[in-house]
């Protein structure tokens, strides 16, 4: 047997499907895509001759002819950050309910990579591109953000924004899914100052970043309830990683600053945080308070349990698809906001 016969042994085509129910390769193709009527005496036919030599349609052909199954991307940073996992989630298990396909596309933060996929998933006419998570908050993102949208009109689909704020352009058609991330950082901080603490260390989250601008915010409008200017000598700035809190605590400690408690930009920040305190020897919270945001699982595990701010992420996934893929293609933009709430546990104390 040539390598040729080996390879392409038991891969029928539609053509070998029409001989063998005795129709034209079209006629397969019209029940198969189920878009034109046919005899019943047809169709059977044709699907007993299918299960007869166990056809499968090329997905790439069935792509172009728009009669495959009905795809959605979701695009986002980092596919290994468990809040991301928490919102692919949702996502898949939504797109599963409503017969779509999901497909998932980690950038690195490369804006040329999306930008590629995007383009990809627009001329495969997707259902819908969902963007996931903090993004740079400059007019240049925005600029291409909106672009995006109106390319995903134009080819039927539709652009939906996933735990990020609404761009500058509000005539760009965007569905706009997000959560209370100001307020949640506001609570959060409320509830560090309550407990009597003044010098709070910001930690984490580049300085461009939509995500941790707004947690910023919260941060410095709970101090100024308090009637408390922030320090900005307070804020060191790096990524939403767990080496990047053990890093930014290390130079903290290692230069002197003067803090009584901690907000980790994220749970991931805090975990680093709180393991460079243990190995300089510093109880937590007996002496630095700390607390993170998200409330992913690992929260409730570290050594003493953190405080938080618990975002729904999973429901953020599954209304961004369900709130994508149900709406009239006439219906104005949605712009949905989730509430977030503080999560007390055993990583803050109190402040004479």
């Known amino acids: 047997m040539t390598r040729k016969s080996a390879e392409t042994e038991g891969r029928h085509t539609i053509r070998d499907v029409a001989a063998r129910a005795g129709v034209s390769p079209s006629t397969v193709s019209r029940v198969l895509g189920g878009q034109y009527p046919v005899s019943a005496d047809t169709r059977n036919r044709v699907m007993r001759a299918v299960a007869a030599l166990d056809y499968v349609a090329d997905a790439r052909a069935k792509a172009v002819a728009g009669a495959g199954t009905p795809t959605l ?23 599963k309910r409503l017969g779509h396909l999901c497909l998932v596309c980690s950038t690195d933060g490369d804006a040329d990579q999306q930008m590629a996929f995007v383009d990809m998933m627009r001329a495969q006419r997707a259902a819908a591109v969902i963007l996931v998570g903090g993004a740079g908050d400059t007019p240049e993102h925005h600029r291409r953000t909106a672009k995006m949208a109106h390319a995903l009109k134009a080819a039927g689909s539709r652009l939906v924004l996933c735990g990020r704020p609404p761009l500058d352009d509000t005539s760009a058609p965007v569905t706009v899914i997000e959560y209370d991330n100001e307020g949640g950082a506001h609570a959060l901080t409320t509830h ?44 060191l700035a790096g990524d939403f990683t767990r080496d990047s809190g053990h890093g930014l605590m290390r130079r903290a400690l290692a230069e002197g600053l003067d803090f009584t408690a901690v907000f980790a930009a994220t749970d991931m920040v805090a975990s680093g945080a709180l393991t460079a305190l243990h190995e300089a020897g510093t109880s937590v919270p007996g002496d630095i308070s700390l607390v993170g945001y998200d409330d992913i699982p690992l929260a409730r595990d570290l050594h003493p349990a953190l405080t938080t701010v618990h975002v729904p992420y999973e429901e953020l996934g599954r209304l961004a698809v369900h709130t994508a893929i149900t709406r009239s293609p006439d219906a104005p933009d949605e712009h949905l906001l989730l509430g977030t709430h503080v999560v007390v546990r055993d990583s803050v104390g109190a402040r004479g």
């Open 73 to 95: 991307a979701f695009v986002l940073d980092d596919i290994t950050g468990p809040s991301f996992a928490q919102m692919a989630q949702g996502v898949e298990r939504e797109a």
């Open 192 to 235: 560090l100052l309550a407990k009597g603490h003044r010098r709070i260390l910001l930690l984490g989250g580049a300085a461009d970043n939509a995500t941790l601008r707004g947690r910023e915010r919260g941060y410095e409008a709970a101090h100024r309830a308090f009637g408390v200017e922030p320090d900005p000598a307070l804020r």
